[in-house]
């Protein structure tokens, strides 16, 4: 056995917990969380069928946590995953998963599929079986602070630009303020507008807040590759700046990981409760319509509708949020079928935009968005991540789709009241 | 070594050595899932994780709608083949005497008419069931030996059960040999195969229900 399997397996028995002893033990082979996964119905191939991406961590389990697959082991009949198996399960486990959890919320046992791929994915890096993209997103967060090679001189220039657009002060590492507002690469480089929208809106609130130029990057490639080590780097970033700033809360801008990364992993990689609170952007800009700090004028006439980003909706509990902002410039939207908690996957998430490889089963898979979409005709869709606008914009180009994929962020302050 | 004495063996010896193997291997499987580290979530929750997870363990018995158009026919023998195998075991006359005799508690039996049309669905839903599993294509690339070997082992104590139902005073003695010797196997296996899920889907549901109920989702 090589050292890197070794360690691979060495990780995953490190992960095994009682909720994967539960849910090993429980599974039945019903086989109805095929149905809920895209990859699945997009494809009608059976190997996609969530549960079956657990074979390599189910063997370990029962080599290494069961009477019998220990009695089993000691006579050599209990065989370990092979380096082989790994190969093979890597396209599984990294290409066709976006640990969107739709598989999680169907399956009649109760076993929570997409936190065993999460803690899968812990043995398949550690091997050394992870794919070259995302491998090469995480050496760049690690080295120069973010997966698309974003510099802090490149958040000042954008700082720059977007104070000049909007005549306002951007501040960069302020202490002592209300919030310290996270981005993600996509935002400052492809959609620069998201940085002026949200000081306009904090303008208009009257609310205090910064930028760091230590702490600017909120993605984090480490939990999508599945590796805790270098995850907990990335969140220790932001703690410390928050610490060094004395701020009351961090926002998690538009994307869906960066805030499970944050908010609900965030605490246990760096393995101590946090000194300020962290909230996405959109309930930070539902708190301010609550309060009546911000205030829109104004409705769209286009048709709309709202695409939920799994870790933000399904995995993340903001729900509500979103479709209440959407209300006031847009009463009349419509929801897509399976909309809310149910949603389905852009197709990109857990890192599949990030792995090349991945790229044509994703813009096959796309499909299920588009029969969604077909339902309903609407000519605009709004979202409030970053990398699903991304993959949105190529599904739809794909398709030759003429539906526009727009920022909540960046919608309700074109609305703000003058 | 006659009929009589397998059945007296089947009865007596025999019903205890598996009786004594489903209740060990249950609790050290049981053990081996508990005594797994879990680490408290340090991150701060939005509701309780405690209440969200009793919720699950119930909303999740009831039948998903997205998944009645898609697997309809799973989910109904799924329903029919579980609730009806707990009937019989816990409702037939003399299954109560049984555990009268074992543990001294006893309550009202159904009309054995009534024991025999569930013992019918039941046995109906299993070959549903196995008709689904060797026809759906997911079904049929994640079956192993064990999921046709636990099927099996299933039905032989609600079909051994039902024959005995019409068998002649002739043949009893052996159908109720067969049938007490088709249940000692499904304890025996019951610790190590998917068996375990009659007891822990409602850790499962648990823990999912009160991983996602602390982010504020309800699964």
Partial sequence: MSTSLQQGLAAMIDKIDAPIASFFNSCVHCGMCADACLFYTETGDPKYTPIHKLEPLRKVWYREFTLEGRLLKMFGLAKAPTDAELVEWETLIYDSCTLCGRCSMVCPVGNDIVYMVRKVREGMVASGHAPAGLKEATVRSIEIGSPMGVTADTLRAQIKHAAKDTGLDIPLDKAGVDYLLLMSSAEIMQFPEFMGAAAQIFHQAGVSWTLSSTAYEATNSGMQIGSSELAAVLVKRIVDAAEKLKVKTVISPECGHAYTALRWEGPNLVGRPFTFKVKHILEVLDELRAEGKLRTEGLETERMTFHDPCQLVRRGGVHDQPRNLLRMVAPDYVEMEDAGNMNWCCGGGGGVSANERAEPLRIKVFSRKKKQLDKIGVSAMVTACSNCRNMLEEGLEHNHMDIKVLSLTELIAEHLAK | ?219
């Fill in chain 2, 1 to 219: 070594m006659n009929i009589f004495d397998i059945l007296q063996w089947a009865r007596g010896t025999g019903l205890q050595i598996a009786v004594v193997i489903f209740s060990v291997g249950v609790l050290i499987r049981l053990l081996e899932m508990w005594m797994l580290n879990r680490k408290p979530d340090l991150a701060e929750p939005r509701a309780s994780g405690t209440l969200g997870g009793w919720r699950t363990v119930f909303t999740r018995s009831a039948p998903s709608m997205v998944l009645m158009k898609k697997a309809g026919l799973l989910l109904v023998s799924g329903y029919i083949f579980h609730l009806g195998f707990f009937i019989v075991l816990f409702f037939f006359a003399p299954h109560i005497r049984l555990f009268h005799n074992m543990f001294g508690v006893s309550w009202p039996a159904l009309p054995n008419g009534i024991i025999e049309i569930i013992t019918i669905l039941s046995i109906g839903a299993l070959f549903a069931l196995l008709a689904h599993r060797i026809m759906n294509p997911v079904q049929r690339f994640l079956s192993t030996f064990q999921d046709y070997f636990v099927w099996l082992a299933s039905l032989l104590p609600l079909l051994t059960g039902y024959l005995l139902l019409h068998t002649s005073d002739f043949s009893y003695s052996q159908m109720l040999t067969a049938h007490l010797l088709s249940v000692e196997l499904l304890l025996v296996i019951f610790p190590f195969t998917k068996l375990m899920h009659a007891f822990t889907t409602f850790f499962s549901r648990w823990y999912t229900g009160a991983m996602a109920a602390r982010k504020g989702v309800t699964v």
